[in-house]
């Protein structure tokens, strides 16, 4: 059974920085593709960033410059370090397991404020 468990989402004053986790398990891991999404108050889900198993990133213009995906093979584990946040940013924050089936995790708020 694949699981996906994002942790790290809290407030945080403008400016300040966050790092989110995805942990996965119940499938091999190290190949697949991973990214973050998000979903605003009142919005549809955006996309965030992808790490492909090869390890090509890329990233919505939005946050290009002040978010870095990156992953850890060994620890089954992706990771979105946040910085430099505004209040945009604010919302739920989902990782995905880019295979033919969509796997999601259950989010994580991200709230900041100003």
């Known amino acids: 059974q694949v699981q996906l468990v994002e942790s790290g989402g809290g407030s945080v004053q403008a400016g300040g920085s966050l790092r989110l986790s995805c942990a996965v398990s119940g499938t091999t891991f190290a190949t697949k593709s991973m990214s973050w999404y998000r979903q605003a108050p009142g919005k549809e889900r955006e996309f965030v960033a992808v790490i492909h198993g090869g390890g090509t990133i890329n990233y919505d213009q939005a946050v290009e410059g002040r978010f870095t995906i990156s992953r850890d093979n060994r620890e089954r584990t992706v990771y979105l370090d946040m910085n430099d946040l505004r209040s945009e940013d604010t919302g739920i924050y989902y990782c995905?397991?880019?295979?033919?089936?969509?796997?999601w995790g259950q989010g994580t708020q991200v709230t900041v404020y100003s």
């Open positions: 995905k397991l880019d295979v033919a089936t969509a796997y």
